[in-house]
Each structure stands twice: as C-alpha cells, then as structure tokens.
C-alpha cells in the first residue's frame, strides 16, 4: 500500500507494479490528488476518497508500506511514516530521502531502495517473499516509534535541549 499527497513518485510505483513479477501482488494507492500519467496494470487500484483516519484499517491490513518520494530533498511524508511505523509495518522508501534519513535505519526498522524501476522490484519481491523479515522489521519500526517519536517522547526531548 502507498499513502500520500505531495512529493510523491506513485507513477514511479505504478511502473514498478507493471513488472511482470510483481503482477501477482495488489498495490492500493491512496491519494485524492494523484492523477496517473502511465498505464496503471490490474494489480493497482487507485483510491481516491479514502482520507483521515478512513485509513487505519488500510494501513493495519496492508503487508508494507511502500513510499515512493519524489524529490528526496524535500522532507514530505512524516506523518504517513509514523503512522505506517506505529502500526508495525515495514516501510519502504526511494532514496535518497530526507525523509528517510531522519527515521529509517536501512534494514533495521525500514529499508530504502535506489529509484530504479528493476532495484525497487526485487526489493519488493523479496519483502513479500519473506513475511518473517516484514514482521521483525514491523516491529523494529513500532518499538523506534515508541523509543523516539511519540509526543511524550519529543517533548522530553525538546525539554532537554531548554
């Protein structure tokens, strides 16, 4: 599942579905603005009227979170991040990404991948492949939400640097 409204590449992730070895997968992306510029495959179903909390229980049944950023200088998508991490999901992100320097620890509470059509669906691949990695990473993501970037927690935070 892909989440998000700015500074996303979802015809980067369209393209990645369209691989033949990834047609047997479904990818739902949620966006009331995106608008595909490619031909979206069957296996991709474009949400548009999905918003707020209507997409919990998407993030709570999907098996990873996969966030495709448009231009990695621009830090967009914190909010979906936290919430796919406080929900123990794997998150894949395109790099480079601010966004995933300032969270995500590769292969350890996230992964990032290259911004290659061909890299990104082997990674792919290999995450629903190995549903054991997506739990231990899941949960590796839940706990670093839990240990840094709960309110309380950045408000203790931000306590210590006055």
């Known amino acids: ?9 979802f015809d980067f992730l369209v393209s990645v579905f369209a691989k033949e070895e990834l047609r047997k997968y479904k990818l739902a992306i949620i966006s009331d603005i ?7 495959p069957e296996n ?19 098996d990873m979170m996969i966030m495709p950023i448009a231009d990695g200088r ?4 914190d909010t979906v991040l936290l919430m796919g991490m406080q929900f ?17 620890e590769d292969g350890k509470n996230g992964f ?8 990104f669906a082997k990674k ?11 739990k231990e990473i899941g949960e590796a993501a839940r706990e670093s939400y839990l240990e840094k970037f709960t309110r309380y927690r950045l408000g203790q935070q931000i306590g210590r640097m006055s």
């Open 74 to 77: 621009i830090c967009s998508g």
């Open 1 to 9: 599942m892909s989440l998000g409204r700015s500074n996303r590449d």
């Open 34 to 40: 995106y608008k595909p510029s490619v031909n979206v």
């Open 124 to 134: 792919i691949t290999y995450l629903m492949e190995n549903p054991d990695v997506r």
């Open 88 to 104: 123990k999901k794997t998150i894949l992100l395109t790099k480079p990404s601010t966004l995933a320097e300032m969270y995500i």
């Open 44 to 62: 991709v179903a474009i949400l548009s009227n999905v918003i707020g909390d209507a997409t919990h229980p998407y993030i709570n049944n999907c």
């Open 112 to 119: 990032t991948e290259e911004k290659d059509i061909d890299a």
